[in-house]
Every structure is written in C-alpha cells, then in structure tokens.
C-alpha cells in the first residue's frame, strides 16, 4: 500500500518544514540579529531538507528515526533563532510540525488532482511556491493574534504534553494509509487517503488553535481578576491610611489642650517630665506628615514614609501636589502606590543599608505634570517594550502593577517608561495636564 502511492516529495516536505518553523519564529522575539538570523535561516533550510533527503534512503523500518530527526531539526532552528526556553520551543514544534504537515499535504493533493506526468516541471513548482506562500502567510496572520508581542508565551508541562499528544496523534492517524488499508480509519483509493491526511492534519491543526486560544482566554481572566484584587486592595490601603491620619490629627488637636492642662500641674519637675514627652510625641508626628497641597497625595506619602522608616529605607520626597490635581484619587494611587510599592519591595532586598534609597519627584514640567519614582538598583533587568519583566517566580501571577499604572497613565493621554540609569530604577509617568482636563471636563458633561 505504502509503495504504491505517490507520497510527497521529500524536497517539498522539507520547505514546508522550514517554513512552518519560520511562521513561529517571526512570531517570536528572535535571539539573533538580522544578518545572524538569515544566515541560521538559510542553514536550517539546507539541514531539512538534507534529513528529508537523508530519510528517504533509510529502510522503511527506519521511518520513524526519520521523522525523529527532522523534527529534531525543527526544533533546534526554532530555539536557535528565538528568545525561547527549551520548553517553549518544544510547544511551537508541536504546532509547527503539524502545520508542515498539513500545508505539504493539502499542496500535493491538488498536485496529484490536476497535474500529471506530461505537466512541465515549472508548473508544479509554481504551484508549491504559490500554495506555500499564501498558506504560511494566512497562517501567520491568523496566529498573530495568538502571540501578542507584549505577553511572554507561557507554556507549563501540561501544555506541553497536551501539545505534542496531540501533533503525535495527528501524525500517526493521518499517515495509517500508507502503512496498512485494513483498518476503519484508512482508506483504499489514492484520492481517499490524501483527503484522509489532509482532513485529520487539518483537525490537529484547528485543535492546537482552537488550544492556544482557550489558554490566552484563561490568562486574561486571572489578569481580570488580579488587576481588580489590587485595585481593590489599595483602595482599601488608602482609605484605612487616611483613616489613621484622621485619628492621629484629631488626637494632636486634644494634646494642646493636654498640654494646657498638664502645665497647670503644681509639681513643677513633674509637669516638665510630661511636657517633654508630649512635645516630643507631637514633633516626631508633625516630621512624618506631609503637606503637599493634596490631600490623596499627603495620604500615600505618608503611609509609604512610615513603611520606609520601619524597614531602614532612605525615602527623600519633593512633591507638588497641586501638579496632580487633575488625577483621579484611585489613579493617584494606582500610579504613585505601586511605583513605591516596587521600589520598598527591591530596596528592602538590598544588603548594604547604605544603599536602600528611594526619591520621589512631582512636579509640574510645562503642560505636562511628572511622576518620578527613583530607587538604587542591583543586577540586571529585562525591558519588554517599556517594561520590565518581572523577577518574580511566578510571573504569571505577577507584574500587573505595572500595567495597572500605564493604564492610569494612558487614561490621561500620558505614557510611563521603566528602565536603569546609572544603578537607579527609575519609573516616569507624564502626563499632559492640558489635556487631562479636557478629558475630565467631556466626562462630566
């Protein structure tokens, strides 16, 4: 049965390879610069389609350490030219091998329909180069939106496996046919078996599309859910810290009538002991609080300052609080929160206490009102399209804040920038103040 059809050839099945490969790693972040890339490209190319070439000399009981080998082959261009781990690499082979797969068999059903021995040459390749080019290129824009350039492709070990089951499966069932026709899935006619193939890669290749796309839907609802968790929580941050600065005002409003009282106390040398102590109280409260002209502004900063003395941090603050006085008080917090948040959270990590420092700027810049947020910086930092990636261990959990802070920032027409300077973090947020009140104004109305 094997013998007896035409089966593809090996120098067709080869490009198709490549190019499935080439698909995914232009949706990837590559690892080599463009000169490197094509190089690697063209390399890559010359190696598949030497093992297609290699594995059809083998001996049919070698066929599957050909398919072995060329898969392998797929596999180290992919991790080669991307930004890939191991095992995101091996999830893109799995979608790539059967979208070779497929596109190589779609192409030779129609080449076997409508040409025949007498065709000149030309036309068959005319065919392959058009059919490959459209399908690869169709493919590529529908799995653009798989692969979003500002999310990092999170792959675990049972997307994996679920991924290459199901390239393996589609593989072994669309390739029955030509190992036996006794079976309920083969069939007996040429023209059945490659609409077989056809049909069951095309099923493999819906079901891994169909895959990704349930996984992207899963991640954007626990994004959902986490953003709304830490809206919700410095929400809650905010009003308990204004709440204690409400009950710390008034207390001091009652220690100047304490005060009145106490110096009427007749033991001169007991009434100075407890004059002392509460001019004392009162003057290491009146260090802590801030007066920068508003009030949410006054409320975050001086939480976050208590925060810094108790954890041995440095925190210097120049602030014009009247320069922020269009924002939004839960966006005030969002964007001026999280910066100091991050930045108590990296300098507590810091060994030398010399070096815990953090300064906070705002100020007015022209149109525009500026927040800076500044804090000494150790090691190395990934930066993806403006933001860092986050060092956490679970990164899918994680660095929401960031992007509940652009959010803010781009509400207002404004943009924030992350990135290292000279061993300081510095995270900016701009925004134009003209602009901002035009956009609070067509709210109201």
């Not at 059919?131 to 675990?156: C, G, K, M, W």
């Not at 929580?233 to 001091?252: A, E, G, T």
């Not at 005060?259 to 002392?276: G, K, W």
């Not at 990636?389 to 899918?396: G, L, N, Y």
């Amino acid at each position: 049965m094997f013998d007896a059809l035409p089966d593809i050839p090996r120098l067709f099945t080869g490009l198709a390879e490549w190019s499935a490969c080439l698909v995914y790693i232009m949706l990837m972040r590559r690892r080599l610069a463009p000169l490197a890339l094509a190089t690697t490209l063209a390399g890559g190319l010359a190696l598949l389609i030497g093992v297609q070439l290699l594995a059809a000399e083998l001996p049919i009981a070698l066929w599957t350490l050909g398919m072995l080998l060329a898969v392998a082959s797929m596999y180290g261009l992919i991790l080669l030219c991307t930004n890939s781990s191991p095992r995101q690499a091996g999830f893109l082979v799995a979608r790539a091998f059967v979208l070779a797969e497929l596109v190589a068999s779609l192409e030779w059903q129609l080449h076997t329909y409508f040409l025949d021995d007498s065709t000149p040459s030309w036309v068959g390749y005319a065919l392959v180069g058009s059919l490959y080019a459209a399908a690869f290129s169709f493919v590529y824009i529908i799995e653009r939106r798989h692969f979003p350039e500002n999310q990092v492709l999170t792959v675990d070990n049972r997307m994996l496996v679920t991924s290459a089951g199901i390239a393996i499966v589609t593989f072994l069932m669309s390739n029955l046919s030509f190992v036996t026709s006794n079976s309920p899935f083969t069939g007996r006619g040429a023209s059945e078996v490659f609409y077989i193939r056809t049909l069951v890669d095309l099923a493999g290749f819906v079901v891994l599309y169909a895959l990704r796309g349930q996984q992207l839907a899963v991640q954007r609802s626990i994004e959902v859910d986490v953003m709304n968790v830490i809206v919700r929580n410095q929400r809650d941050q905010y009003l308990q810290s204004k709440h204690d600065i409400d009950q710390v005002n008034r207390k001091y409003h009652d220690l100047k009538h304490y005060i009145h009282a106490i110096r009427a106390e007749s033991n001169p040398q007991l009434r100075a002991t407890y004059v002392d102590r509460l001019e004392d109280s009162i003057r290491g409260y009146e260090q802590t609080a801030l007066n920068t002209d508003n009030v949410v502004l006054d409320t975050i900063l001086t939480a976050k300052r208590a925060q810094c003395e108790r954890e041995g941090i440095n925190l210097t603050i120049v602030a014009d609080g009247s320069a922020v006085d269009f924002i939004d008080a839960m966006d005030l917090v969002t964007i001026v929160g999280n910066s100091l948040d991050n930045a108590i959270e990296a300098s507590s990590r810091l060994i030398d206490p010399e070096h815990r420092l953090i300064r906070v700027a705002i100020y007015r810049q022209g149109r525009f009102a500026m927040i800076k947020v500044e804090n000494y910086f150790e090691g190395d930092l990934d930066i993806i399209d403006g933001l860092p990636r986050t060092t956490k261990a679970h990164s899918t959990h994680h660095g929401y804040g960031l992007k509940n802070m652009t959010s803010a920032a781009q509400h207002y027409g404004g943009t924030l920038t992350a990135r290292v300077e000279h061993d300081w973090f510095v995270v900016r947020t701009l925004v134009p103040i003209a602009d901002a009140a035009k956009r609070i104004n067509a709210t109201r109305v």
